[in-house]
């Protein structure tokens, strides 16, 4: 039973690029949201993908935007990077928005940017 | 008020003591609590679910809810040096689902 699988697992980029963040959800999840963990905290969501729609947000400015296909396969977009965006990015898997069974995590993305 | 509180650490304990983290949170509408192991450089790691009152025990790992308290612990029996990570507590909002995080709390067991 394959996991959540996020790519790629490390990226470099400079500031004022654009990124693209890909993941795969567990079989049988169908919802998939996004978090940005910076270097000592704790996950801080993004947003969350149902049926191909952004269903919740977090404090996070409009240059992060996201995607999830008919697969329920997501991508995290992020544009004009910061050095601040620098951080681990996770994707976490869940049956349903309700998180009532747990949301399954990759392995995560590390972003640097320079 | 952040939404999940924990204390960051570290928690120091000798190997085979008891292991003792605690969490509280703001909404009164979370049904779900979770707690994460994350060690350094990884992505967290599910150990416990609970959503009733009470004790929850698997294995060596204990998780406590109270409700009333908005308070989640979990105990961590004959601590062991490989239990030396970030522990995360999470709850799920009752009002949009999303899952959030405390700050984490660094257990490190000595041997």
């Known amino acids: 039973d394959a996991g959540v699988t996020q790519s790629p697992t490390h990226l470099i980029k400079t500031r004022g690029q654009q990124v693209t963040l890909r993941c795969s959800p567990k079989?049988?999840?169908?919802?998939v949201s996004w978090y940005q963990q910076a270097l000592g905290q704790g996950p801080q969501f993004i947003f969350q993908?149902?049926?191909?729609?952004?269903?919740q947000r977090g404090n996070f400015p409009d240059r992060f935007s996201g995607h999830q296909f008919p697969n329920y396969s997501s991508e995290l977009n992020v544009n004009a990077l910061l050095l601040g965006d620098s951080a681990l990015y996770l994707c976490?898997?869940?049956?349903?928005?309700?998180?009532?069974?747990?949301?399954?995590f990759g392995s995560g993305t590390r972003l640097t940017v320079v | 008020q952040k939404e999940v509180e924990q204390n960051s650490g570290p928690l120091s304990v000798p190997e085979g003591a008891i292991a003792s983290l605690n969490c509280t949170y703001s909404?009164?509408?979370?049904?779900?609590f979770f707690w994460y192991r994350q060690y350094s450089g990884k992505s967290p790691e599910l150990i416990m679910s609970?959503?009733?009152?009470g004790d929850k025990e698997d294995g060596r790992f204990t998780a406590q809810l109270n409700k009333a308290s908005q308070y989640v612990s979990l105990l961590i029996r004959d601590s062991q040096p490989s239990d030396s990570a970030t522990y995360l507590c999470?709850?799920?909002?009752?009002?949009?689902?999303?899952?959030?995080f405390g700050q984490g709390t660094t257990l490190q067991v000595k041997p």
């Open positions: 909404d009164r509408g979370s049904q779900s």
């Open positions: 079989s049988g999840h169908d919802t």
């Open positions: 993908y149902y049926e191909e729609e952004e269903r």
């Open positions: 976490a898997s869940s049956l349903g928005t309700g998180g009532y069974y747990g949301y399954t």
């Open positions: 609970i959503y009733s009152n």
């Open positions: 999470a709850a799920v909002s009752g009002n949009t689902g999303k899952l959030i």
